[in-house]
């Protein structure tokens, strides 16, 4: 029997771990600072061991490590590098569905030398969206064309016909994980010129686009897009842009509540008060007996009946509500309010719509445009959609190591053919499948 360890039993683990279960050879442990989740997951599985484990506990987490044939971390991104660093300290394989950090980066030359494979991005984006497009990329190159324009854009959100409250919102994952991202810079590459925002700017630089055959939702960019013109190979690229999707109206709400600093990440210096509104209020310097809204509509220079405005209040910005004592920043009170508000309900769907445009150029002369887009739906009071297409290519990914059709050592992305093209065959089989369109 071989083992492996899933560092974290948040909301993606569960289709993670009962697939590996499902293996029937393979035992698994499930360690997180709450056991009781884990042990949820298990579900009694004779396969299956829970533990209790924080960071702070590194021999538990060494001896754990070393006792594994994998560890797949889905901890918060912080936290991998610690985990890899101990994958090769005992030549140990690993896993996450996180963005490869510069740090993890300079661990490549290490794995190589301890003969440790190191898997990242083998979640849904980043995962999914590089095998995706790579195939599309290879299948072009096949044919002697190259690329001329690549988009893609992705967008994790509930189903339509949850869409019912004032932001177009639900949560399918960490709050604090969505809120984080919308203070990302963005940079991409546009008819061959840089174009580049800070994270303040973030949310006035967004499109409305239709997905054929799904909706029209706002798509605003992603982090910074122009590595990937030299990690998919798009040398003759003049356009490379990763984007994320939301239902219209977002952008301009979350723009709004950057401006008032509600993103904050510090505690706030002299505040001594003790509800939502009195955050409000601090954050935009007004006195401590102003109304809360309409010092904000002053603030935000907006009408008392901006769509904005009635959002804000509608999540309770404006409101006498207590803050939670276990918390004390801006972003964390926003966090907790948040969840209360827009989280998934009982037996509601989200949605994953993730679409790539190829522009493609042959040798006789002829323009190509390739689009691939792909809809799934979570399970009603089962898997959500982002649980399926983050967790299960990092089982995927788990298996193929211990079956060996992964060998190379070293930090890795799923972007070469023997890795995306038995991920994505296997993913078909569940129902997470791309359309693809030539025209």
Known sequence: MTSVLVLGAGSVAPPLVRYLLEQGNINVTVASRTVSKAERIIDRHPNGVPETLTMDMDEKL????SKHDVSVSLLPFEHHTKVARLCI????HMVTTSYVSPEMRELDGPAKEAGVIILNEFGLDPGIDHMSAMKIIHEVEAKGGKILSFRSTTGALQAFEANNNPFGYKFSWAPKGVLLASKNPSK????????EYPGEQLFENYTIIDVPGVGAFENYPNRDSVPYKDIYGLEDAHTVYRGTFRMTGWCETMRNVVALGWLGEEPMEGFSGATYADVTRHLIGASPDADAEKATIDFLRLKPYATVIKRLEWLGLFSDKPLPADR??????????????MELGEG???MVVMFHEFLAAYPDGREQRITSTLLDFGIPDGDTSIARTVGLPAAIGVKMILQRSITEPGVHVPVTKNIYEPVMAELETVGIKFIERYE
């Open 62 to 65: 060494e001896d754990l490590i």
């Open 89 to 92: 300290k005992h030549k140990k």
């Open 188 to 195: 991409w590459l546009e008819g061959g010129q840089i174009k």
């Open 328 to 341: 004390n920043t801006p972003i964390d009170y926003l966090n907790v309010i948040s969840l209360e508000r």
């Open 348 to 350: 509601e769907r989200d």
